[in-house]
């Protein structure tokens, strides 16, 4: 029997094969894709968001790689504990619409029982990763109630 930690490395390892993907998913589990909701967000990223299924990990890892084209994924770091896998790493991606290469470190907390994911919890650096589709300026900034705007 897979240890939490050994089926999240094995759905690591095979993110663009959907037949390995779907037998360690719970046909129920959870995929928040790096927010719970953000409309905006979703305009950019499609997959963005909270979603069920199986069938939500692979059209979301199947969306990236259509976005973008993957340089390196790397794990720097994971640790379990029970159910619970926490990953840390990095990952450079080039957007396929304007060739802008980003490096992000990302992060996952996956739960998993009877060799099933049946939650997936995904972060990035978001600003970075939209950023590589940005066509325009960021828009204007005032985050530091001290200072004047800003535009980006």
């Known amino acids: 029997m897979k240890t939490p930690k050994e089926v999240i490395?094995?759905?690591?390892?095979?993110?663009?094969?959907p037949e390995v993907m779907r037998p360690i998913i719970n046909p129920d589990a959870t995929y928040i894709s790096l927010n719970f909701e953000n409309a905006e967000l979703q305009?950019?990223?499609?997959?963005?968001g909270t979603h069920k299924g199986a069938q939500a990990f692979i059209d979301t890892f199947a969306g990236v790689n259509e976005f973008w084209t993957i340089q390196a994924f790397e794990v720097q770091d994971i640790f379990s504990e029970d159910e619970k896998v926490a990953v840390f790493g990095t990952f450079t991606y080039t957007?396929?619409?304007?060739n802008k290469q980003i490096t992000s470190p990302f992060s996952?907390?996956?739960k998993v029982k009877g060799e099933k994911i049946y939650h997936f919890m995904f972060m990035e650096d978001t600003f970075a990763t939209t950023g590589s589709f940005r066509v325009t300026a960021a828009g204007k900034f005032q985050s530091n109630p001290n200072e004047p705007e800003f535009e980006l």
């Open 95 to 98: 957007s396929r619409t304007l």
């Open 108 to 110: 996952i907390l996956a």
């Open 43 to 48: 305009r950019i990223l499609p997959w963005a």
């Open 9 to 17: 490395e094995l759905f690591l390892a095979n993110t663009t094969n």
